[in-house]
């Protein structure tokens, strides 16, 4: 067979509707990082840790969409010889993905196989029906809508979307794109195939409801995606699958709680016949969750001391869990409940339960076997924690320095960053020979805070360690104006004492949310 030319591609995508593969869709995976490389690395890693957990809870056609997903993934980690088997493996199995024979085909490319790749452009061709009848097209618009709900189910997957703006797009385009597969399948998608959509889009439409309660005025725009949401829900419960119908009552639980949310009912909760349907009756606890969210309440002076019955049966609920499947996800998941398990509900650096931090910490440890375990911040300020309570506080700063050097540059989630300060503060409150060098290691890390973080983000974290320890700020601030470190403190009161302007000389209080 001769080798297909850049022209005869150019010229069969001309005449497509649509266009096989997952190479040419809109992701940053496709895209240069745009941050150091090891993060990019590190969060591919990651997604393709948990797709394989996803992958064993998918036994219909919505398992070649992880699968592709998975190639893609080894692709962009440079595991050229795993994609080729993934996508090689597919195109065995079922014989009329064109994801898999397309992105096949993209990958005998790079690896300068121009034969093979020929080959696969033939293929997608001839599935497409672009060569055929009549008599073709019900299974080629049956392609065409499976290829199309795997390209949707991608997009939710995709690395580096920190910023709410980001993830929204990517979402909207995967419902988009569910959308064109069922006007392209029609009756011809299995029911219970169709549903498996419908869930998928119905988790969408939840996310997206997350980032737009946010905003200001964001009922009538929240209205939308909540109905179609539940009403998706609600055709989902027709699933076959037990693990799936269990994990749609969940989110109709969710969708539930949420109604309080509006100043009228949604429609939605009428037409789908839940209007006199408790929350509680849909879903079991997510117990772990659950506790932390009264934890958070407390702390806001909204409620009381919060169930630890929570905690247990979240340990229980995870050691089933790993007895099926180790995996790092979890380890984490394990090593927070623990944490929780042993300090006090309603102040976090009193502890109780030496022996559940101790738990933790052994957690912690197993999740750092996987490989990029180290390279969570969230397992370095968890062990960090854990040192810190043990009276450990030179191996927690070690710990929150490490978790401070993996945040993404521009970042704005301080946990790592204020548990540093924070423990830095608590050694050179501690005196003795090595005083000096801490308040070294205070500016040091200030100024790498001010490299990595947004301005304003510093700022707040400096400001927050002044109004929590004030009498100790203020002893570190008189030592640091002693050995002539006034750099330091300067930032210190630029936080805490506004800039005076010209017109209005006399300094006003700052407040806060």
Not at 115 to 143: T, W
Not at 215 to 227: G, I, P, Q, T
Not at 278 to 291: A, R, V
Request: glycine share 6%; hydrophobic share 40%.
């Amino acid at each position: 067979m001769e080798a297909v030319s850049t022209e005869d591609i150019e010229s069969l995508m001309d005449d497509m509707d649509y266009l096989p593969g997952h190479f040419h869709l809109d992701l940053n995976l496709n895209c240069e990082p745009v941050g150091p490389l090891r993060l990019r690395l590190r969060d591919t890693y990651l997604k393709q840790e948990s797709l394989q957990g996803e992958l064993e809870a998918e036994v219909g056609y919505l398992q070649y969409a992880v699968r592709n997903l998975l190639g893609l993934l080894a692709f962009h980690l440079e595991h050229l010889d795993t994609a080729e088997e993934i996508f090689r493996s597919i195109c065995k199995e079922d014989p009329g993905n064109l994801n898999a024979w397309a992105n096949l085909g993209y990958v005998y490319d790079k690896l300068g196989r121009e034969l093979d790749a020929g080959e696969c452009v033939e293929k997608v061709s001839h599935l497409m029906g672009l060569d055929a009848g009549e008599a073709f097209q019900d299974e080629a618009r049956l392609l065409a809508a499976r290829c199309l709900a795997e390209q949707a189910y991608v997009h939710p997957h995709d690395v580096e979307l920190d910023s709410e703006d980001d993830l929204r797009e990517r979402l909207t385009a995967a419902l988009a794109l569910y959308n064109r597969a069922l006007r392209y399948g029609g009756q011809l998608v299995q029911k219970e195939e169709k549903r498996s959509w419908y869930f998928k889009m119905a988790t969408i439409y939840l996310r997206l409801d997350d980032i737009i309660k946010t905003e200001a005025d964001s009922e009538y725009s929240r209205l939308s995606h909540y109905n179609k949401g539940l009403q998706l829900l609600k055709e989902a419960l027709e699933l076959e699958k037990t693990p799936l119908k269990a994990l749609t009552w969940c989110y109709i639980g969710i969708m539930l709680e949420r109604k309080e949310e509006f100043s009228t009912v949604p429609m939605s909760i009428h037409d789908c016949g839940y209007s006199a349907t408790d929350p509680l009756s849909c879903y079991g606890t997510i117990n772990m969750m659950l506790y932390i969210r009264d934890l958070e309440k407390v702390k806001r002076g909204q409620g009381g001391v919060p169930d630890r019955q929570k905690l247990t049966e979240a340990r229980k609920d995870l050691d089933k869990v790993l007895s099926a499947r180790q995996c790092l996800r979890t380890h984490l998941e394990m090593a927070t409940v623990f944490y929780y398990m042993g300090v006090d509900a309603l102040q976090e650096s009193l502890l109780v339960d030496e022996g559940a931090v101790n738990s933790a910490l052994v957690s912690v440890s197993r999740a750092l076997q996987f490989e990029q375990g180290d390279s969570l911040p969230d397992l370095h300020v968890l062990r960090g924690r854990c040192l810190r309570l043990k009276g450990e506080e030179q191996n927690a700063a070690d710990c929150f320095k490490r978790a401070v050097e993996l945040e993404r540059p521009g970042g704005t989630d301080t946990t790592a960053l204020r548990c540093l300060l924070q423990v830095l503060l608590t050694l050179f409150m501690q005196g003795g020979p090595d005083q000096s060098l801490v308040m070294t290691q205070l500016e040091l890390w200030v100024q790498k805070a001010e490299e990595r973080y947004p301005e304003d983000v510093v700022k707040f974290v400096l400001r927050c360690l002044y109004r929590t320890r004030t009498a100790e700020v203020t002893e570190l601030s008189r030592a640091l104006i002693r050995t002539g470190r006034l750099d330091i403190v300067r930032r210190l009161l630029e936080t805490v004492v506004p800039k005076q302007s010209k017109k209005r000389p006399k300094a006003r209080s700052l407040t806060f949310a």
